[in-house]
């Protein structure tokens, strides 16, 4: 893919975590979620055409209940 690769990494309130999972597995561009131990509660990988693209996921999942915090991280070509 030649599109943006995007790593996200989210708090969310406790017990929470598998909730909104559901809900970004519902979404386009999201190639891989899951949950994880540690500092951060969600992992998710997003694979897109374009930062527009990118944008309107990142829009969408801070939205989702539940959701406290998201770290995005763009790779690198």
């Known amino acids: ?3 943006v690769v ?3 990494l989210l708090i969310t309130d406790t017990g929470k975590e598998y909730e909104v ?3 970004i597995k519902k979404m ?3 190639s891989e979620c899951r949950a994880v131990y540690g500092e951060f509660d969600v992992f998710i990988r997003v694979e897109v ?3 527009v693209s990118l944008d309107e996921i ?3 999942i801070r939205r989702i209940p539940g959701v406290l915090q998201t770290t995005t991280l763009v790779a690198s070509p």
């Open 1 to 3: 893919m030649n599109g």
């Open 6 to 8: 995007a790593y996200m």
């Open 21 to 23: 999972i559901k809900e």
């Open 28 to 30: 386009g561009g999201i």
């Open 49 to 51: 055409a374009d930062f």
């Open 58 to 60: 990142v829009t969408q």
